[in-house]
T-cell receptor, first 112, second 116 residues
């Protein structure tokens, strides 16, 4: 059964720092991996989707990498800003390749 | 990305009542959609998968008679929590499965249900 783990559970950094969020999954046979952002009491915003054949994806200050063989993904945030404060979730498709299995998330707080 | 709406965004009800949550895709049609729920400090967990025109498939531990799903059309799905109890208080989020490659999911903004 696929399990997704995110470390750390919470992270506090001063504005301007570069940071890395980690995600690991137990079954490496995934179609893709997706990173989301969730603001308190809100829905999900898709940040990056990495196909299983890709090693990384970039969007602005965000860079996500994928190492299927080791069951790991990282989300790199450059030059963090207070507006980046949110919970970041990673998710992989279930065995059917449709619904998503989520980690518990990393709650990021960026202070000004 | 595609736009998905949910209504209501927040609802408070008394124990024993039923609550209907509506999920609508505004700019695309989708055959498959999902309902997830998220308890405090927990990850989103899949409740059920539904395909338009057929019965929903529920995950283990989710009571199909308690959580009624009606996938009425390619743009509308409803989740009815029947005889709600305080332990049903949670954040409910729907998503529609896109048809592109890869199969992205497009999420609604969620509904916060509080059962007193």
């Amino acid at each position: 059964k696929q399990e997704v783990t995110q470390i750390p559970a919470a992270l506090s950094v001063p504005e301007g720092e570069n940071l890395v969020l980690n995600c690991s999954f137990t079954d490496s046979a995934i179609y893709n991996l997706q990173w989301f952002r969730q603001d308190p009491g809100k829905g999900l915003t898709s940040l990056l989707l990495i196909q299983s054949s890709q090693r990384e994806q970039t969007s602005g200050r965000l860079n996500a990498s994928l190492d299927k063989s080791s069951g790991r993904s990282t989300l790199y945030i450059a030059a963090s800003q207070p507006g980046d404060s949110a919970t970041y979730l990673c998710a992989v498709p279930n065995q059917a390749g449709t619904a998503l299995i989520f980690g518990k998330g990393t709650t990021l707080s960026v202070s000004s | 990305g595609a736009v998905v709406s949910q209504h209501p965004s927040r609802v408070i009800c008394k124990s024993g009542t039923s609550v209907k949550i509506e999920c609508r895709s505004l700019d695309f049609q989708a055959t498959t959609m999902f309902w997830y729920r998220q308890f405090p400090k927990q990850s989103l967990m899949l409740m059920a998968t539904s395909n338009e025109g057929s019965k929903a498939t529920y995950e283990q531990g989710v009571e199909k008679d308690k959580f009624l799903i009606n996938h009425a059309s390619l743009t509308l799905s409803t989740l009815t929590v029947t005889s709600a109890h305080p332990e049903d208080s949670s954040f409910y989020i729907c998503s529609f499965l896109g048809r592109g490659d890869p199969n992205e999911q497009f999420f609604g903004p969620g509904t916060r249900l509080t059962v007193l």
